[in-house]
């Protein structure tokens, strides 16, 4: 009985004095609404690692305004659009003072407007749809490069150096990103004297693609490379199906191409000749990168996952700066300082937002895999 | 051309078997307690991560393997039917129905729990990666392994039920069972039985799916046990042949719609699929090889 008095004071104590101190120096609150499940699971988990390990990096070096503690409440969505609103208005109900989050397009236009209602400011770590700004509004502010950007990168690269001329393009036709993706794709390849010979379609969650590769098969002319527009979860399985139907042509896509599944689904054997581009930072000796990658180790016992581990960190690393130059996390006067934003060093490279339409001007990486193995081949950077 | 056609039927095969692996073990289960299972599909997600962890574990040969698979899949099947549905036996046949989500969500759940929601890649022996070109049409060993897998397990089934003492005491219990249990047939065996067969074979088809495909998760178990339901409903539940056929008429359903209309429908499949569902049913209520089925609920 005596123990249980004692034991009932001593968690009372550490309350209080938890209260006390969480009451000396409040803690600024990010919202860091993720898919941490389903489909999206192996974009936006990495994403969170990295915001939660650039939170943890400030907090250790003292904090930001004068001592106060930055954390980041991470928010599970589940690959849902319904979670995601949810999840969005369990966020702003926590008093937090900028959201950040999501690899893909569709889940920020089920979140970000909410935000953009109670003018709290948006930071996308990974979606990259050149219209979100335009879309959600003045607090709507994009880590990556835009669609745009990445399609023509992997298109120039597609004509210029793989000398591909004709090309198949299959597209997930669940989802904004993957449908923007394409488009833009199509549109430079066209405009570089290509032929576009074959479209085909399939959705996020589709496991078998045996039809649309005995049509890929039979295409004329015979295509050079295929350009699949697709997020983590199908692009192992497309590239295993594809190379073990005995089709050897050129896999190129985007940065939903960016995942570990690219290589280890096929297997090293299987695993060649994918092209995809991505955000800069693997194989990238700047300072940032090298800090980067050393301290993600250090935390998760592993090398980044992806470039969506970078661009989580860089998600929160932005808002940190802004909240240091405006030296408050008053939303209007945050939403300016991070519009005002210009040449931040991120992992994935500089963001200014000096572009009318919002999107930062981000050099791209084009990765190609082989036997399994991931080289930086080039990097593109925009003209404007 | 003709190749193409060719190369899309033994794609719609290879799906159809796949399906076919999973549907039969459902139907088999529903046959006999007229409970749908929809925990089914996970049990097809435990058969796949119990084989990648006994691939990754040790030099194990597949054959043993899949001996192995199929009796994890069975002791889980019996786990489950001991602890959830043999205390609600005499209820109401949706209590069982939806005891059956709350068993596929706590398994989906679990998964996400112990093994984390990332796919992970599924390892596979070279042999079965084997790439046979035949004409115009090309396949792997892995995919004619399912198709001999699904179509022999079929015929054991079959005579089981037929033939054997265990199959007479099922077809005893399925008609009633409490007649059954009158006559001294020991029902919680039997269905317990019933149980381990159907889900050893659940765990043998999450084998396959993780070989033919190379990436699982803890939630693929879904879209499997959705299709095996489709498959079982449209070959007339209960009816293991009903759910082959029903099986293969998926699969090359699937494959055919997308392979024949142009490409810019080939993201309807599954609407495609639900669609025929709702027709077949509308046609023939009882499925295609279903018999008139008396509703005890």
Same mark, same amino acid.
């Given at each position: 009985?005596?123990?249980?008095?004692?034991?009932?004071?001593?968690?009372?104590?550490?309350?209080?004095?938890?209260?006390?101190?969480?009451?000396?120096?409040?803690?600024?609150?990010?919202?860091?609404?993720?898919?941490?499940?389903?489909?999206?699971?192996?974009i936006?988990a990495?994403?969170?690692?990295?915001?939660k390990l650039?939170?943890?990096?400030?907090?250790?070096?003292?904090?930001?305004?004068?001592?106060?503690?930055?954390?980041?409440?991470?928010?599970?969505?589940?690959?849902?659009?319904?979670?995601?609103?949810?999840?969005?208005?369990?966020?702003?109900?926590?008093?937090?003072v900028?959201?950040?989050?999501?690899?893909?397009?569709?889940?920020?236009?089920?979140?970000?407007?909410l935000?953009?209602?109670?003018?709290?400011?948006?930071v996308?770590?990974?979606?990259?749809?050149?219209e979100?700004?335009?879309?959600?509004g003045?607090?709507?502010?994009?880590?990556?490069?835009?669609?745009?950007?990445?399609?023509?990168a992997?298109a120039?690269?597609? $004509?210029?150096?793989?000398?591909?001329?004709?090309?198949?393009?299959?597209?997930?036709n669940?989802?904004?990103?993957t449908?923007?993706?394409?488009k833009?794709?199509?549109?430079?390849?066209?405009?570089?004297?290509g032929?576009?010979?074959?479209?085909?379609?399939?959705m996020?969650?589709?496991?078998?693609?045996?039809a649309?590769?005995a049509?890929?098969?039979?295409?004329s002319?015979?295509?050079?490379?295929?350009?699949?527009?697709?997020?983590?979860?199908?692009?192992?399985?497309t590239?295993?199906?594809i190379?073990?139907?005995?089709?050897?042509?050129?896999?190129?896509?985007g940065?939903?191409?960016?995942?570990?599944?690219v290589?280890?689904v096929?297997?090293?054997?299987?695993a060649?000749?994918?092209?995809?581009?991505t955000h800069? $930072?693997r194989?990238d000796p700047r300072?940032?990168?090298?800090?980067f990658?050393?301290?993600?180790?250090?935390?998760?016992?592993?090398?980044?996952?992806?470039?969506?581990a970078?661009l989580g960190?860089?998600?929160?690393?932005?808002?940190?700066?802004?909240?240091?130059?405006a030296?408050?996390?008053?939303?209007v006067?945050?939403?300016?300082?991070?519009?005002?934003?210009?040449? $931040?060093?991120g992992?994935?490279?500089?963001i200014? $937002?000096?572009?009318?339409?919002?999107?930062p001007?981000?050099a791209v990486?084009?990765?190609?895999?082989?036997?399994?193995?991931?080289?930086?081949?080039?990097?593109?950077?925009?003209?404007? | 051309?003709?190749?193409?056609?060719?190369?899309?039927?033994l794609n719609?095969l290879?799906?159809?078997?796949?399906?076919?692996?999973?549907?039969?073990?459902?139907?088999?289960i529903?046959?006999?307690?007229?409970?749908?299972?929809?925990?089914?599909?996970?049990?097809?997600?435990?058969?796949?991560?119990?084989?990648?962890?006994?691939?990754?574990?040790?030099?194990?040969?597949?054959?043993v393997?899949i001996?192995?698979?199929?009796?994890?899949?069975?002791?889980?099947?019996?786990?489950i039917?001991?602890?959830?549905?043999?205390?609600m036996r005499?209820?109401?046949?949706?209590?069982?129905?939806?005891?059956?989500?709350?068993i596929?969500?706590?398994l989906?759940n679990l998964?996400?729990?112990?093994?984390?929601?990332?796919?992970?890649?599924?390892?596979?022996?070279?042999?079965l990666?084997?790439?046979?070109?035949?004409?115009p049409?090309?396949l792997?060993?892995?995919?004619?392994?399912?198709?001999?897998?699904?179509?022999?397990?079929?015929?054991?089934?079959?005579?089981?039920?037929?033939?054997?003492?265990? @199959?007479?005491?099922?077809?005893?219990?399925?008609?009633? %069972?409490n007649?059954?249990?009158?006559?001294?047939?020991?029902?919680?065996?039997?269905?317990?039985?019933?149980?381990?067969i159907?889900?050893? %074979?659940?765990?043998v088809a999450?084998?396959?799916?993780?070989?033919k495909?190379?990436?699982?998760d803890?939630?693929?178990?879904f879209?499997?046990?959705?299709?095996?339901?489709?498959?079982?409903?449209?070959?007339?539940?209960?009816?293991?042949?009903?759910?082959?056929?029903?099986a293969?008429?998926? @699969?090359?359903?699937?494959?055919?719609?997308?392979?024949?209309l142009?490409?810019?429908?080939?993201?309807?499949?599954?609407?495609?699929v639900?669609?025929?569902l709702?027709?077949i049913?509308?046609?023939?209520?009882?499925?295609?090889? @279903?018999?008139?089925?008396?509703?005890?609920a």
């Amino acid at each position: 009985m005596k123990r249980t008095i004692f034991g009932t004071f001593a968690v009372l104590f550490m309350v209080v004095c938890f209260t006390v101190a969480s009451m000396a120096a409040e803690p600024i609150k990010l919202g860091a609404l993720y898919n941490l499940t389903g489909g999206m699971s192996s974009i936006d988990a990495p994403s969170l690692n990295g915001a939660k390990l650039q939170a943890k990096l400030i907090n250790e070096s003292g904090g930001l305004l004068g001592g106060r503690m930055l954390e980041v409440i991470g928010i599970d969505t589940k690959t849902d659009q319904k979670a995601t609103a949810t999840g969005a208005k369990k966020a702003l109900s926590k008093g937090v003072v900028a959201g950040l989050g999501y690899g893909d397009t569709t889940f920020v236009m089920a979140s970000a407007p909410l935000f953009q209602a109670k003018g709290i400011p948006f930071v996308t770590s990974g979606a990259t749809h050149p219209e979100l700004p335009k879309w959600v509004g003045n607090c709507m502010f994009m880590t990556p490069f835009g669609d745009d950007d990445q399609s023509f990168a992997i298109a120039d690269f597609a $004509y210029n150096k793989l000398k591909a001329r004709n090309v198949v393009v299959w597209t997930d036709n669940s989802m904004d990103f993957t449908k923007a993706l394409s488009k833009f794709f199509k549109q430079r390849f066209k405009e570089l004297g290509g032929k576009v010979v074959l479209e085909d379609f399939f959705m996020m969650g589709d496991k078998d693609f045996s039809a649309q590769i005995a049509r890929l098969k039979a295409a004329s002319p015979k295509p050079d490379a295929v350009f699949i527009s697709a997020i983590p979860n199908e692009a192992g399985l497309t590239v295993k199906q594809i190379r073990e139907a005995g089709l050897s042509l050129a896999i190129v896509s985007g940065d939903g191409f960016d995942t570990e599944l690219v290589s280890t689904v096929p297997g090293p054997k299987l695993a060649n000749d994918v092209y995809f581009a991505t955000h800069t $930072y693997r194989e990238d000796p700047r300072p940032e990168v090298v800090a980067f990658v050393k301290a993600y180790e250090k935390e998760y016992g592993r090398p980044p996952e992806n470039a969506f581990a970078p661009l989580g960190y860089d998600a929160v690393g932005l808002i940190a700066n802004a909240i240091k130059k405006a030296g408050t996390t008053e939303k209007v006067a945050l939403r300016k300082a991070l519009a005002a934003t210009m040449g $931040y060093k991120g992992v994935t490279g500089e963001i200014s $937002y000096t572009r009318p339409s919002g999107v930062p001007m981000k050099a791209v990486a084009i990765v190609g895999v082989k036997n399994g193995k991931y080289d930086l081949l080039e990097t593109w950077v925009p003209e404007k | 051309m003709d190749g193409y056609i060719a190369q899309q039927l033994l794609n719609g095969l290879i799906l159809g078997s796949m399906y076919a692996l999973v549907a039969i073990g459902f139907t088999m289960i529903y046959g006999i307690i007229r409970l749908i299972n929809f925990a089914h599909g996970d049990i097809v997600m435990i058969g796949a991560f119990m084989t990648l962890g006994l691939v990754i574990s040790g030099k194990i040969s597949f054959p043993v393997i899949i001996i192995l698979v199929f009796i994890g899949g069975a002791l889980m099947g019996i786990l489950i039917e001991r602890v959830a549905f043999r205390p609600m036996r005499g209820a109401p046949q949706v209590t069982g129905f939806i005891t059956s989500l709350a068993i596929s969500i706590l398994l989906q759940n679990l998964g996400i729990l112990l093994l984390t929601a990332q796919p992970r890649n599924f390892f596979c022996p070279d042999y079965l990666q084997t790439i046979y070109h035949l004409g115009p049409v090309s396949l792997r060993a892995i995919d004619l392994g399912i198709v001999v897998t699904a179509v022999v397990l079929m015929i054991f089934l079959v005579l089981l039920v037929r033939f054997t003492r265990l @199959g007479m005491a099922m077809r005893a219990t399925a008609e009633n %069972l409490n007649v059954a249990r009158l006559m001294g047939i020991n029902i919680n065996r039997t269905i317990m039985l019933a149980f381990a067969i159907g889900s050893g %074979l659940a765990g043998v088809a999450g084998m396959m799916w993780g070989g033919k495909y190379g990436q699982i998760d803890p939630l693929l178990g879904f879209v499997p046990g959705l299709k095996a339901f489709v498959a079982a409903v449209i070959g007339g539940v209960g009816s293991i042949p009903g759910a082959m056929l029903g099986a293969y008429l998926l @699969g090359f359903g699937e494959v055919l719609f997308v392979g024949l209309l142009p490409p810019i429908y080939s993201s309807y499949r599954d609407a495609f699929v639900f669609t025929t569902l709702i027709m077949i049913l509308l046609v023939l209520p009882n499925g295609l090889l @279903g018999g008139k089925t008396e509703d005890k609920a």
